[in-house]
């Protein structure tokens, strides 16, 4: 790749190179209704999703005490943040109109991300679709049924196998086990300690290694391929973790109207999301233009030191470039977020996209 010729196509790669903050708005953005037919998956798809969470609730109760609040639905809180507000505005010397609030998926059960909505998800699709397709369960049933000794027996069967970055791996490592499944986290370097730790307490095979996401990633398709009872989750390609992130949109939509707050034309909601491949903030953000429309605007951030999305989509390269190719570290302390090369899929979404 000649890094040049690039830069002098696009200018804010400079700025990029040099780990500056930048700000850059997508000029090719559409409106939902101009936009909606160009993306694959639908309204129902989301529904669809939603539905299997619910199915599922009664099982996520039983295995998850710490669910019952919530009936056995994995959902975070929203929070004014006026502090927050008052330092910003302190800080860049001007005034936020309207409200600043905290979604905090950090605070979700089961495993403390963004990650709990669609990895667990995608975990429980599979499950549903082996013990279906083995006359185990219907959709009629109540899914506690799950919740037994007979059901682990029958998922032990089977593997499951996942590279992550540590959040991922945790969301799908306890999940799975919890079910009964054989489960290998593929952890890359700047996986945290104690997340390798608290898998390998739940009966989780850690696998670790010396590189950066993407290698892991490989590494760990590469030995599913050998085991044919065993199932990949693939961060960058999964339509069905897309999907589990997109149940985000309905479930805030239902939030806001507990707490009488309007989101119309005269007051728009504007989402900052946290991106790594992309596929976490794509999902939310495509389920948030579900509930809200051209009343959302969703603008997503990414670490300086991995700005591989902004990088994708500002030069049309998309997941044929990292940002290693342009001579930076991707490393970084933000959580989740080393990632040094961007999915091709959630960047179709027509997002804008902030760096810093
Ligand atoms: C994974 C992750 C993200 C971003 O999700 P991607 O699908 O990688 O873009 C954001 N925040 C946290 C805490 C994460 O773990």
């Not at 559409?30 to 939603?50: K, R």
């Amino acid at each position: 790749m000649n890094i040049r010729k690039l830069t002098t196509k696009f200018p804010l790669l400079k700025k990029l190179i040099n780990l500056e903050e930048v700000t850059w708005f997508n000029p090719n953005i559409t409106s939902y209704a101009e936009g909606l037919p160009f993306v694959t998956l639908t309204q129902e798809d989301s529904n669809d999703a939603a539905e299997r969470l619910k199915r599922f609730a009664p099982y996520i109760c039983e295995a998850f005490p710490e669910t019952k609040i919530t009936n056995g639905i994995i959902e975070s809180g929203i929070v004014e943040i006026p502090q927050m507000k008052l330092a910003l505005e302190q800080r860049y010397n001007t005034s936020i109109t309207g409200r600043l609030m905290l979604k905090k998926d950090s605070h979700l059960p089961i495993s403390g991300s963004i990650k709990a909505r669609g990895g667990i998800y995608e975990v429980l699709a599979h499950a549903e679709k082996l013990a279906i397709e083995h006359g185990l369960l219907s959709q009629s049933d109540d899914y506690a049924i799950l919740f037994s000794e007979k059901f682990k027996t029958f998922f032990s069967q089977f593997s499951i196998a996942v590279g992550s970055t540590g959040n991922l791996g945790l969301s799908i490592g306890i999940m799975s086990a919890k079910l009964g499944f054989k489960v290998s986290v593929h952890m890359s370097a700047d996986a945290r300690e104690w997340k390798k730790q608290r898998l390998r307490e739940n009966g989780v095979n850690v696998v670790e290694y010396a590189q950066d996401y993407s290698v892991a990633v490989a590494q760990g398709r590469e030995a599913a391929k050998n085991d044919p009872t065993c199932f990949f989750i693939d961060d960058e390609n999964s339509k069905t973790l897309f999907l589990g992130y997109s149940v985000a949109g309905q479930r805030l939509k239902q939030q806001f109207a507990e707490k009488a707050i309007v989101v119309d034309k005269e007051h728009p909601l504007f989402v900052y999301l946290p991106c790594g491949v992309g596929g976490g903030p794509g999902g939310v953000a495509f389920g948030l233009k579900l509930a809200f429309g051209d009343n959302v605007h969703c603008i997503f951030a990414e670490p300086t030191h991995s700005p591989c999305m902004l990088l994708g989509v500002y030069t049309g390269l998309h997941d044929q470039i990292s940002v290693q190719d342009i001579g930076i570290d991707n490393i970084t302390a933000a959580d989740g977020l080393a990632v040094g090369r961007a999915s091709g899929k959630p960047a179709q979404h027509n997002c804008n996209k902030k760096a810093r």
